[in-house]
């Protein structure tokens, strides 16, 4: 098999550092290049020594690559980062960016809840909404496709099609979700101290947190009518996954019912059986989702579950996902390494 010479920008933090461990048992991809620019010059196995065994090009700086012979650039860059750097780049490569500047197709939503101007307007028009399973035949024929936050398809993932088929009230859904402390990034902050995360569990973001940009513009479209979800994200003191508690009213049958027969085939999609709830550990290091429905004591109240691995079917393994279809590579390849247990 022929194989596509990619390239990963920003492969000094936890994303990049994901995909070089997905894509080194890849069947058609070859890292071509690394850039991380405070550590240019640097081996990817004295960055991060789990990597030392793989045969790896140095890091060096984005103005260091040769874009010319790269089939795909994965974009690992800080948020606000990606729109400048893409912009300037050749229009050959195929493009997925991991950050958040290409997920909204508004510029004055993306203004709103990023605070300032987007930076490179025409790319934001042309770049597509990379869930997969839902933007599948729009991501195998695009050029950029823009990944989505990990909080976002953990959500999504068990909403979507209930919203699609009409069997839960749009005005009444709360997302109470846990996500591990890698979904911070690598950058050292005091709140992500072990010892500022470890023995508790708290909420942020309340009420503000930037993905609800992305639930607003998802579920909106997928019910025909705004829909306005409550989420309240929480910190695990873990390193990986994410779990979300999906509070709906509907009949519980009914709910299992659609999300079984929207996920009936796919690779990654796994619906439990009904009354059954997911568990994170079940999912690290995967590109699997898990999803469960319990129903409320309360009659007409259903409890969704939805769990995946934030830095792989929420961010890098999503995005070899968008990748394998964008090259005209099996959607699955590189990807069906079963997770990692205990």
């Given amino acids: 098999m022929q194989q596509a010479d990619v390239a990963i920008l920003g492969a000094s933090g936890y994303t990049g550092a994901e995909l070089v461990r997905l894509l080194a048992t890849h069947p058609a991809m070859r890292v071509a290049a690394l850039t991380a620019d405070r550590k240019a010059g640097q081996r990817m196995g004295a960055v991060f020594p789990h990597l030392r065994h793989l045969d790896l090009p140095p890091l060096t700086t984005i103005e260091a690559v040769d874009f010319d012979g790269v089939d795909l650039v994965f974009c690992a860059l800080p948020h606000a980062t990606s729109q400048a750097v893409i912009a300037g780049m050749p229009r050959g490569p195929k493009v997925v960016d991991l950050s958040a500047d290409f997920r909204l197709r508004d510029p004055a939503v993306y203004q709103q809840w990023y605070g300032h101007p987007h930076q490179a307007l025409e790319l934001q028009a042309e770049a597509v909404y990379g869930l997969t399973e839902f933007y599948r035949e729009a991501i195998r024929a695009a050029r ?76 909106s479209q997928a019910a025909g009518r705004p829909v306005a979800v409550t989420f309240v994200p929480h910190l695990l003191p873990q390193n990986r996954g994410i779990l979300a508690t999906i509070y709906v009213r509907g009949d519980g049958e009914e709910v299992h019912r659609a999300l079984a027969e929207a996920y009936e085939g796919e690779p990654f999609l796994v619906v439990l059986p009904y009354g059954q709830s997911p568990a994170t550990q079940h999912v690290r290091g995967s590109n699997f989702v898990h999803l469960g429905v319990i129903p409320d004591r309360r009659p007409g109240r259903v409890m969704v579950f939805s769990t995946l691995d934030n830095l792989t079917k929420g961010s890098s393994g999503q995005a070899i996902q968008n990748a394998n279809l964008m090259l005209g590579i099996d959607e699955s390849a590189g990807l069906m390494q079963a997770p990692l247990f205990p």
């Fill in 144 to 219: 950029l496709v823009a990944g989505t936050g990990c909080n976002a398809a953990t959500g999504m993932y068990g909403l979507l099609p209930l919203l699609r088929a009409g069997v839960i009230d749009p005005d009444d859904i709360i997302i109470d979700l846990a996500t591990g402390v890698s979904g911070a990034g690598r950058s050292p902050k005091e709140s992500m101290l072990h010892s500022e995360v470890s023995e508790g569990y708290t909420a942020y973001n309340v009420a503000k947190h930037r993905h609800l940009a992305e639930f607003d513009q998802e579920f």
